[in-house]
């Protein structure tokens, strides 16, 4: 138990379908985070939240909405996605990001699949 | 381009012996480091980190090197475990107009044999 905690793990969905991501965390932090990992690729940064508000879009195409409406949760809308969107989805957060060696914390991650 | 790199995709090791994972970075800028631990099918756990004002970290099995004018930084794992084998992902972290971002390096399979 990380103290971040992902809905759902598992995902399928079709190209047409809206879904989306929850996240909650109980850590007590002020910035959250999506990050995308696909297959033998780095971990990548989509979007960060501090204090509610999106500090940083890391070029994500809009198809993919985020939403902050707390410091304790996020969501991720899912809209029209391609099958190269099928990654495991994976939300962290931490303190807040003006800290100086910002630790942060993941879930568990939601597993996409885009048919 | 990558600014953190983990040139070894996989490291095979016996267990009770030393655990060697390498990782080097570009961006001058980076002031934190981190190593974070993964198993299948589930997110990144936070193993150890250094700041870049120092040149070792240790919490217990494991230990943090860095080199700052090899940008440089390795994590020392003895004795390895079984439990051990997993992706490591080494990270560094900068300040932007943002704050301060973490940025991944590829990961490095490690597994541990008994």
């Known amino acids: 138990e990380t103290g971040v905690t992902q809905t759902p793990r598992h995902l399928v969905m079709g190209m047409t379908n809206k879904k989306s991501l929850k996240c909650e965390q109980h850590l007590g932090h002020n910035a959250m985070y999506w990050y995308k990992q696909s297959a033998k690729k780095p971990l990548e940064l989509m979007f960060v939240?501090?204090?509610?508000?999106?500090?940083e879009n890391n070029s994500v195409p809009s198809r993919f909405s985020p939403e902050c409406p707390n410091s304790s949760h996020l969501f991720l809308h899912l809209h029209t996605l391609q099958p190269e969107d099928s990654a495991l989805y994976l939300c962290?957060?931490?303190?807040?990001?003006?800290?100086?060696?910002?630790?942060?914390?993941f879930g568990e991650g939601s597993w996409l699949t885009v048919v | 381009d990558q600014q953190v790199k983990q040139n070894s995709p996989s490291l095979s090791v016996q267990e009770g012996r030393i655990s060697i994972l390498n990782c080097d970075y570009t961006n001058s800028m980076f002031d934190y480091f981190l190593w974070y631990k993964k198993y299948p099918a589930e997110g990144p756990t936070f193993l150890i980190s250094?700041?870049?004002?120092?040149d070792k970290n240790e919490d217990g099995r494991f230990t943090v090197f860095l080199n700052k004018s090899a940008k440089h930084l390795s994590l020392h794992i003895v004795p390895s475990q079984p439990g051990d084998s997993a992706v490591y992902f080494c990270?560094?972290?900068?300040?932007?107009?943002?704050?301060?971002?973490?940025?991944f390096g590829g990961g490095t399979r490690l597994m541990v044999k008994p």
């Open positions: 962290a957060s931490s303190q807040a990001t003006g800290l100086s060696g910002n630790t942060i914390y």
């Open positions: 990270a560094a972290s900068w300040r932007n107009n943002a704050g301060n971002m973490l940025t």
């Open positions: 939240y501090n204090f509610k508000e999106q500090t």
């Open positions: 250094i700041s870049s004002i120092k």
